[in-house]
């Protein structure tokens, strides 16, 4: 009876009837195909990441159609538009690498990118593309060098009557939500013994009355905020407002401007970077 009994018994996990053993599935079995329809799924460094499992993952991870999926409906007007077209030879994968990294056009005096995780478009504008009430005259305005910026000076406000800063930007953004901030420091910092200071001797003025951002669109799109101005020694995004963007082939036009132009009073010790464009949802880890 034990012997009838014994032959309906399973065999052991892994082996066979006979008690050969049987290899398992895993990684390493999973067709290149199937691993590129898997990171179709994921993000940039996630796709980087599986890359280094295995053969079939890091061949998939330079799959052209892996990368197209992360790159901007409109990427090959970026190219054109930044890179003068030098990358249309590389693959989707160094197209996007090559995006990713921060490239000046228009003079030096923008910078764009794409955010690395999710392929996002972002904008820099220089204070050196900006209508700046003032600027050519030293007794209000200089340009300063400075390691704090990414173009490596900034605009100096030591004291004025009439503050107004305006600037334009037309580009065929990709589809979505995006939000417009001036980079902006009361006081002048630099290095002294290697550490950093902040000269606040000309602080003035920004306590008496809120600075107006105001934010227009060629689509009739507009957006008006304000604010005092703070936190000296301190690099403040303060944010102008919102716009949208639906058809990622049709260039759109932003207007924006910041002002105070209360002139019962002077306001000075304010340093102007830049005017940043970054995807909402990206814009949510900027300060204010």
Request: net charge positive; glycine share 8%; with cysteine.
């Amino acid at each position: 009876m034990g012997a009838w009994f014994s032959g309906f018994t399973t065999p052991e996990i892994g082996t066979s009837k006979r008690g050969s053993r049987l290899s398992s599935p895993n990684l390493g079995d999973v067709p290149e195909g199937c691993a590129a329809l898997i990171l179709t799924h994921l993000d940039p460094p996630q796709i980087c990441k599986l890359a280094a499992l295995n053969r079939a993952f890091r061949g998939a991870s330079s799959a052209d159609f892996v990368w197209e999926s992360k790159l901007p409906l409109n990427y090959k007007y970026l190219i054109d538009k930044v890179l003068d077209g030098v990358a249309v030879n590389l693959s989707k994968k160094e197209i996007y690498a090559r995006l990713c990294r921060p490239t000046l056009f228009d003079r030096g005096t923008k910078v764009i990118w794409l955010e690395k995780r999710t392929g996002g478009v972002c904008l820099s504008i220089s204070a050196k593309a900006l209508a700046i009430t003032g600027i050519d005259d030293r007794r209000y305005w200089n340009h300063i060098p400075t390691e704090e910026s990414r173009f490596h000076s900034v605009a100096y406000l030591q004291q004025i009557w009439w503050f107004e800063v305006d600037g334009e930007v037309e580009l065929c953004f990709p589809k979505g939500t995006y939000s417009l901030f001036f980079r902006i420091q009361l006081g002048r910092a630099s290095k002294r013994f290697g550490r950093r200071v902040c000269n606040q001797e000309h602080i003035h003025g920004w306590n008496i009355k809120p600075v107006q951002f105001q934010l227009s669109t060629s689509d009739g799109q507009r957006a008006v905020s304000q604010c005092f101005l703070g936190e000296p020694g301190n690099w403040i995004h303060y944010h102008a407002g919102d716009f949208v963007v639906e058809n990622p082939h049709s260039p759109t036009k932003v207007k924006f401007s910041m002002i105070q132009i209360d002139c019962t009073h002077t306001k000075g010790g304010l340093c102007l970077d830049s005017v940043l464009v970054y995807p909402s949802a990206l814009a949510k880890g900027l300060n204010r």
